[in-house]
């Protein structure tokens, strides 16, 4: 069973030794500016770290609303961030383009994800390689061509197995001639063997017909196998796993996350070879913050997911709305990005915060 630490905003202060996250970056709706989210990191070969993300303009801040990829960077180790945003991609699609994934390839490359999004019907995948550190990306390269329709990748979800073979998990909503957007969603993989040049499908994930099952996540194990994690409602988690690298997938089933109807991101720990699991520690127990995004905590497993333990409390504002994590480990420390807006101001997606910490703090449960 996960527990749940004390509420009360965690206090940051200058005297802050590095045990306490710490908020380094705050990315907060401006002037014609009303939502900063879902972004990925990656280290640059000269240390520096990179953080891109959807910048959303014009007055609204819906899924469906303008928005371009924009950047900041880091020289030294996350303390402090550039000031000001740089165009990364402009706004391609007929709606916007929006939540990113980077990949440090194992050629030395840099990958760069990104949803391009033209209607409800219409929303595909879209890499794109840099060659020269993140300096300039090549032409887009379309990660679904055996269907149409409208996929969520989720922001940093794209891996790279120990074979070299790049996979994605996507969840498919609607394809063009439905008139219903299904909550619902069908749930594929696709992969590559050649560096992103080109896409196959895996087959469908088996789901319960009475579960919602949305915005998978995958993993790979210590055996080979590959674990997805799925957003779900049924108060947890859902799991399924494949022994072919992606191409066929077990029936899911509940695992023991407790949740609301949240997305969680899983990453393996370099230093230490256990998982990091960054997700909304909430059973529904709680009744004034039931089905909320609140607390975020985190936790370790040892034993590739079997069970979590070292509980961490990384924000738990009763009033915060915290989602879609970007997990990146540099030296002793591990950043999140994650959306951190209020529900009492409406800001529940608009506002991104980046938190850094060390990563002994997280081995011990406070």
Not at 77 to 106: C, F, H, P, Q, Y
Not at 130 to 140: I, L, N
Not at 170 to 194: Q, R
Not at 273 to 302: E, F
């Amino acid at each position: 069973m996960l527990l749940f630490g004390a509420f009360g905003c965690i206090a940051q202060s200058p005297q802050n030794d590095g045990r306490l996250p710490e908020v380094v970056l705050k990315l907060s709706p401006g002037n014609n500016n009303p939502r900063n989210s879902e972004g990925a990191f990656v280290t640059l070969k000269n240390g520096n770290i990179l953080f891109i993300y959807s910048h959303y303009t014009g007055k609204a801040s819906g899924d469906h609303d303008p928005a371009f990829l924009a950047s900041r960077t880091s020289a030294d180790g996350g303390k402090t961030w550039s000031a000001e945003d740089k165009v990364v991609i402009e706004k391609e699609g007929a709606m916007n383009v929006m939540s990113v994934s980077l990949l440090r390839l194992k050629n030395g490359d840099i990958a760069l994800f990104y949803l391009k999004k033209n209607s409800d019907s219409d929303c595909i995948p879209i890499m794109r390689i840099s060659r020269d550190e993140a300096e300039t990306w090549g032409d887009p390269v379309t990660c679904i061509t055996d269907k149409k329709g409208y996929f969520v990748l989720n922001n940093d979800r794209v891996i790279q197995l120990s074979t070299g073979r790049l996979l994605m998990a996507v969840a498919l909503h609607k394809t063009p001639g439905e008139m219903k957007w299904y909550e619902k969603a069908k749930l594929f993989s696709y992969y590559s063997d050649d560096n992103g040049k080109s896409w196959k499908a895996g087959n469908e994930v088996p789901t319960p017909k009475n579960i919602i099952t949305q915005e998978p996540g995958v993993v790979e194990l210590k055996s080979g196998e590959i674990m997805m994690f799925i957003r779900a409602s049924g108060g947890v988690q859902y799991l399924s796993y494949s022994k072919d690298r992606g191409m066929n997938w077990s029936a899911a089933i509940p695992g023991h996350i407790n949740s609301p109807l949240s997305p969680a991101s899983i990453k393996r720990i370099p230093s230490s070879g256990d998982l990091l699991l960054v997700w909304n520690n909430n059973d529904g127990s709680i009744p004034a913050i039931r089905g909320k995004r609140t607390p975020l905590h985190a936790a370790i497993s040892d034993d590739d997911g079997k069970t979590w333990k070292n509980i961490f409390n990384v924000v738990n504002d009763p009033d915060g709305w915290y989602c879609y994590i970007a997990i990146h480990f540099n030296k002793g420390n591990v950043l999140l990005g994650y959306c951190a807006g209020s529900q009492a101001a409406r800001t529940h997606l608009s506002v991104t915060d980046i938190t850094k910490i060390k990563l002994k703090s997280l081995y011990k449960s406070r």
